[in-house]
């Protein structure tokens, strides 16, 4: 049996953590970008993943959402089209800005979506669905 003596130390492990970190929407080389699945069109040429904040603070053309990803929150100025594949929230798909976000395909899955005064959600023409979203 092991005893421990006064003034001796030991080291336990910490529990796993996920960091929060903000991906900000650069729009590419030209600021023109409107894929949400192009790299190049977020600071960093890194696309938004699940612990992360996607930030989209400049007006300029609809971005256009047509793949599958999973965000801790989204906070856009612009407007979006979800054409295909699904997105994951993790809290809430906000608009800033008097913009419209249209659901015409796929599907948006948990957390909340809401905005600002003027913000619109519309369900387009397509078979977009919305699970688990308040």
Do not use: Y
Not at 6 to 28: F, K
């Amino acid at each position: 049996m092991s005893r421990r003596h006064a003034g001796d130390s030991h080291v336990e492990p910490l529990e796993g953590r996920v960091l929060l970190s903000t991906v900000t929407w650069d729009g590419g080389a030209a600021g023109t970008g409107t894929n949400w699945f192009d790299p190049t069109n977020w600071a960093g040429d890194v696309l938004p993943g699940p612990g992360d904040d996607a930030v989209i603070s400049t007006a300029g053309p609809t971005i256009v959402f047509g793949g599958t990803a999973s965000v801790n929150s989204v906070s856009t100025a612009r407007a979006i089209s979800f054409n295909s594949g699904a997105l994951t929230l993790g809290t809430v798909l906000n608009a800033t800005a008097a913009t419209t976000m249209t659901l015409n395909g796929g599907r948006i899955n948990g957390g909340t979506v809401d905005g600002v005064a003027g913000a619109a959600f519309q369900v387009g023409s397509g078979d977009g669905t919305l699970d688990g979203v308040t």
